[in-house]
C-alpha cells in the first residue's frame, strides 16, 4: 500500500486548494482513506474521511460546507477540495489509508499514510 499525497501551497484566506492522495497497490472499494492535518506546534488532527464501497463522506465541524472528499476510482484517487481557505486552515496535510468500508477518526486507526503536503493560506 502506498500513498502519495500532493497539491498543497501558498492561498490567500478565501482562496481554493485542491489536494490529491494518488493510492498504489490497493483498491479504494476495500479501504477508508482520511485527511488529517498537522499545524506546528499541534497535534495531527482528523479532518475528513470517504468509507470503502459504498463510499460516505464524514467531516471534522471545523471544515463542514467547505472542504469536500471525493474519489475516481478509475484513477484510485481521492481529493480534498478546499474552499474558503482561512488562516487556521494552514498545515501540513497527510493521507491515510485503513482496510475498513468504515469511517475511522482517530489516527491511531490507519495503517499507512502519505507524506505530507503544506498548506499555507496567507496574504
Known amino acids: 500500500v502506498q500513498l502519495q499525497a500532493s497539491g498543497g501551497g501558498l492561498v490567500q484566506p478565501g482562496g481554493s486548494l485542491r489536494l490529491t492522495c494518488e493510492a498504489s497497490?490497493?483498491?479504494?472499494?476495500?479501504?477508508?482513506i482520511g485527511w488529517f492535518r498537522q499545524a506546528p506546534g499541534k497535534e495531527r488532527e482528523w479532518v475528513s474521511c470517504?468509507?470503502?464501497?459504498?463510499?460516505?463522506?464524514s467531516y471534522t465541524d471545523s471544515v463542514k460546507g467547505r472542504f469536500t472528499i471525493s474519489r475516481e476510482k478509475t484513477k484510485n484517487t481521492v481529493y480534498l477540495q478546499m474552499n474558503s481557505l482561512k488562516p487556521e486552515d494552514a498545515a501540513v496535510y497527510y493521507c491515510?489509508?485503513?482496510?475498513?468500508?468504515?469511517?475511522?477518526?482517530?489516527?491511531?486507526?490507519?495503517?499507512?499514510w502519505g507524506q505530507g503536503t503544506l498548506v499555507t493560506v496567507s496574504s
Open positions: 470517504i468509507s470503502g464501497s459504498p463510499a460516505s463522506t
Open positions: 491515510a489509508a485503513v482496510a475498513s468500508t468504515a469511517h475511522h477518526t482517530r489516527l491511531n486507526e490507519y495503517d499507512y
Open positions: 497497490r490497493f483498491t479504494l472499494d476495500y479501504y477508508a
